[in-house]
């Protein structure tokens, strides 16, 4: 093992033993959430709904999903993250072993039940993670979920489409029920129930801690980055839904866009952990400014052409960009908590940095259509835009802690006649 390895596990030392175990069920979770990709063939396939219906049922899981992640930490701030996530994932996955057994018309229920407990999964997981992990050590945990995540969802599309064409898509839904159902038990069995959620006892018994609102004025840094993840993510999510649609238009087929979406995939979990390693001594917000800097340059690459050549350079460019800013954002977030509202601030993030799975379509849609030529230059600027909005951030609050810190140094000594007080003797 040469010294560069030794260096990348050193990285990693410091993360609890209960997150290598809750990454393990993330990633079996994540191997068989083969419906996501597949959700919409279901609809318009066996179940034989139209286009525009099945495009319906989907909107509203995606605002079931949203509306998860916003909530789930609320909950677990509550009632406390283990719980939540134990509860949230049995409902989803019942919800989704029922599926196949339910008729059409109750899939407009059945479906956002199952994508809003997704989203409490995701945002009550983050907040165990921020509970379990020591400030200092919380970047390298969330890219080892992540990593883990990201592996089994390159996993599973391949593996749901061999269960989708050999057996049937009802076993899609059933395997990724009882694949929730086993992230339930699994978290029950490898979560201590003492101490999992040792920061909602305040919230319980309502106090000690300012209200929500309060503490996200104290820190002003935190609204900025949340506002920059919501117009990111806007921005970011185009590679799924219109960026295809540019490929297509320019004569390169569906097999062209799985490469360049591989590719993304492959990026990250070559990079990911290696990258977290190496820059968890840097400042987060220029780190965070610079990922979303150059998601807005992937975007401006597609404006040299259109190819295969420049598709792969947007994506690499993307993928590098995601490395540095998802990871590092969430860890901030977490860090930047008051211990009585992790749950709270995990999920306003959570919930943000999926918003662009409900306004990315109609937004990148209703351009792409009008105006085709503008979509890509506008990604650009919104995301270079809301990193240049972060680096701000990061130099106004150098600047205030450097003004704070010179302020004793600064103040004059009053003599002491004036203080009331006489000076003390010095000893020897």
Same mark, same amino acid.
């Given at each position: ?20 175990? +809750? ?29 525009? #219906?099945?495009? /319906? ?12 992640? !916003? ?14 996530? /134990?509860?949230? %994932? ?7 072993? $029922?599926?196949?057994?339910? &008729? ?21 997981? *983050? ?9 200092? *050590? ?7 979920? @992540? ?25 899609? !839904? ?28 305040? $919230? ?10 309060? #503490? ?8 900025? +980055? ?17 960026? &295809? ?9 569906? @097999?062209?866009?799985? +490469? ?8 990250? +979990?070559?990079?990911? /952990?290696?990258?977290?390693? =190496? ?12 990922? /979303? ?25 993307? %993928?590098?960009? #995601? ?13 930047? %908590? ?6 709270? !601030?995990?999920?306003?993030? *959570?919930?943000?940095?999926? %918003?662009?799975?409900?306004?990315? &379509? ?9 105006? &085709? ?6 990604? =650009? ?11 701000? $951030? ?19 000594? @009053? ?11 010095? =000893?020897?």
């Amino acid at each position: 093992m040469d010294q560069g390895d030794t260096g990348v596990l050193q990285g990693f030392k410091d993360i609890p033993r209960v997150v290598w175990l +809750l990454a393990a069920g993330v990633f079996v979770n994540a191997v068989v959430s083969f419906t996501f990709v597949f959700v919409f063939l279901y609809l318009t396939g066996p179940r034989g709904l139209g286009a525009a #219906e099945a495009g /319906l049922v989907t909107g509203i899981g995606g605002i079931g999903l949203v509306a998860g992640n !916003f909530t789930g930490g609320w909950y677990g701030d509550r009632f406390g993250h283990r719980r939540v996530l /134990l509860v949230a %994932s049995a409902l989803g996955g019942l919800a989704l072993t $029922a599926v196949p057994l339910l &008729p059409t018309p109750l899939l407009y229920a059945a479906l956002p039940v199952a994508q809003y407990a997704s989203g409490v999964i995701r945002a009550a997981n *983050a907040a165990l993670v921020a509970v379990a992990v020591p400030e200092g *050590a919380r970047r390298q945990a969330f890219a080892v979920v @992540r990593c883990v995540s990201n592996g089994g969802f390159t996993l599973g599309p391949p593996l749901g489409a061999l269960v989708a064409t050999g057996l049937s898509y009802d076993w899609l !839904f059933l395997g990724d029920g009882l694949g929730t159902l086993f992230f339930a038990l699994w978290t029950a069995r490898v979560v201590p129930a003492r101490g999992a959620s040792r920061t909602t006892s305040a $919230a319980r018994d309502g106090g000690p801690g300012r209200g929500l609102v309060a #503490e996200l004025r104290a820190r002003p840094a935190v609204l900025v +980055l949340l506002g920059a993840i919501l117009v990111t993510d806007i921005v970011y999510r185009q590679q799924y839904f219109t960026f &295809p649609v540019f490929l297509a238009d320019h004569g390169l087929d569906a @097999r062209a866009f799985g +490469l360049v979406i591989a590719l993304n995939g492959g990026v990250i +979990l070559l990079l990911e /952990l290696p990258a977290a390693v =190496a820059l968890r001594e840097r400042p987060a917000l220029p780190v965070i400014g610079t990922g /979303l800097v150059l998601v807005g340059a992937g975007y401006a690459a597609l404006l040299l052409g259109a190819g295969i050549a420049t598709a792969v350079a947007m994506m690499i460019l993307l %993928s590098l960009g #995601e490395i540095l800013y998802k990871t590092t954002a969430t860890a901030y977030v977490a860090d930047q %908590s008051p211990e009585h509202a992790i749950g709270r !601030f995990q999920s306003l993030y *959570a919930g943000v940095s999926v %918003s662009g799975v409900v306004l990315g &379509p109609p937004l990148g849609g209703a351009l792409y259509s009008a105006a &085709p030529g503008l979509l890509w230059p506008l990604c =650009a600027v919104l995301a270079a835009g809301a990193g240049a909005a972060l680096l701000w $951030a990061h130099v106004r609050q150098a600047r205030h802690a450097a003004r704070h810190a010179a302020e004793p140094a600064e103040r004059p000594v @009053r003599p002491a006649h004036e203080t009331g007080s006489q000076p003390k003797a010095v =000893a020897g």
